[in-house]
Each structure stands twice: as C-alpha cells, then as structure tokens.
C-alpha cells in the first residue's frame, strides 16, 4: 500500500508561484514512477508532469513546460511540482499519483495504481 498527501495549494494571482508537496508513505520508492495530474472544475483529469524515482528521469505537459518543474526529495519521499508564472488557466485540483515500476515515464491516469487527495490550485486574473 502506497499513501499520499498533497499540500502546497491555494489562491494565488497570475504571474504568480506555489510549490506543491506530495509526501509518500508505505513503501521504498526507489522504483517508483511520480505523476502529477491536474483536473479543472467540469474537466477530465490530465497529466502535467512525471519523475522516475531512482534518476530522477522528467517531463512534462507541453501546457506546463519552462514553468512547471517537478522534483524528489528521496531522503523525505517527497515530490515536489514547482509551479512558476501561473496562469488562470492551470486552475484544478493537482493530485499526485505513483505507479511501481523500474524506468519509464507514464502519462495516463490509468497507468498509475496510488492518488492523493488532491488540492486546489486558484489562480486569479
């Protein structure tokens, strides 16, 4: 069983940055695979971002690229998405997700067993 807590949300203006945290608990993530996915109100769930645990392989959402950067903390299972120059348009609910494999970056919701909560980001014109 993998658990994870998102924190980091808020209501923030345009132009403006919040970092997220997703803390992992319950199992060694060294082969792990951490996704960050975003859903606006009335929306589908998309991907925004991915980091394979042991190297810290990444990509992103071509949305998100050159704002957005996600990273890892191994010492405090943590991911982190780092979220620069927002946009009213990156308003959803951010959900950090994990899936159980060696390498590889997945980009579908349905590649990923473990969700957090999720929380909300509000960005403001």
């Known amino acids: 069983q993998v658990d994870l807590v998102e924190s980091g949300g808020g209501l923030v203006q345009a132009g403006g940055s919040l970092r997220l945290s997703c803390a992992a608990s319950?199992?060694?993530?060294?082969?792990?695979?951490m996704g960050w996915f975003r859903q606006p109100r009335g929306k589908e769930r998309d991907f925004v971002a991915v980091?394979?645990?042991?190297?810290?392989?990444?990509d992103y959402a071509d949305s998100v690229k050159g704002r957005f950067t996600i990273s890892r903390d191994n010492a405090k299972n943590t991911v982190y998405l780092q979220m620069n120059s927002l946009k009213p348009e990156d308003t959803a609910v951010y959900y950090c997700?994990?899936?159980?494999?060696?390498?590889?970056?997945?980009?579908?919701?349905?590649?990923?067993?473990?969700w957090g909560q999720g929380t909300q980001v509000t960005v403001s014109s």
């Open positions: 319950g199992r060694t993530f060294s082969r792990h695979i």
């Open positions: 980091i394979t645990w042991s190297v810290g392989s990444t």
């Open positions: 997700a994990a899936r159980i494999s060696y390498s590889g970056l997945y980009y579908s919701e349905a590649d990923y067993a473990y």
